[in-house]
């Protein structure tokens, strides 16, 4: 896989992406402990299916992406494009679609999907059409949240856990979704027989 001239190599962007994972998880300690990293993992081997499905071996890409997904349930189709330095955070059920691009230095969380907006509207698309999300550089997607769609999110912009982005966010932007409200606990009374039963019942101890 070598560069274009000007263009880092390799060895380069994966020693980035290795120091990345130690810059951002105060989990990880030590460089062999990021190399466990299922983030990087996920990281490293859509690399490598990348390179496989721009020179027309989509097979060989697909066979690769799915190794990745069984090994740490992460999946970014082939065809989308990764920046340097990007950071997958816990790596559990990312979902990265075929023409998403994620900018340099861009961190995700777990469950965060970059996704279409469903078959019966990207079948009605001229072909080669981008269907998924740019997320520009420097940009943090929480946990649990979507952004479906040709959508652009702008450079270090902020999408916060669970929030569902549909539309365009400028750079430095905000997207969050409605936080919790907690509420006081009801007022404590004697069990009545009937709510006992009911309890019972929804607990499947018949």
Request: glycine letters at 10%; charged letters at 20%; a positive charge.
């Amino acid at each position: 896989m070598r560069a274009p001239r000007g263009q880092p190599r390799l060895p380069q962007i994966l020693a980035e992406d290795l120091r990345a994972v130690l810059a951002r998880d105060p989990s990880v300690h030590t460089r062999v402990e990021a190399l466990l990293h299922p983030g990087l993992t996920a990281i490293w081997l859509h690399r490598a299916a990348h390179f496989w499905y721009r020179t027309g071996h989509r097979v060989v890409a697909r066979l690769i992406m799915t190794a990745a997904r069984a090994l740490t349930g992460v999946e970014i189709h082939p065809g989308a494009r990764l920046g340097r330095r990007v950071f997958i955070d816990h790596g559990a059920a990312v979902v990265i679609g075929e023409t998403a691009v994620v900018g340099d230095d861009v961190t995700l969380f777990h469950q965060v999907t970059l996704g279409a907006v469903g078959w019966w509207r990207d079948n009605a698309r001229e072909p080669g059409a981008r269907r998924h999300p740019v997320i520009g550089a420097g940009t943090v997607l929480g946990a649990g949240s979507s952004v479906l769609g040709a959508v652009t999110v702008g450079e270090r912009s902020f999408i916060g856990a669970h929030a569902l982005v549909l539309q365009d966010v400028p750079a430095r932007g905000r997207a969050t979704a409605a936080a919790a409200v907690p509420l006081a606990p009801p007022a404590r009374t004697a069990p009545q027989p009937i709510d006992l039963l009911r309890h019972t019942a929804s607990a499947g101890s018949w």
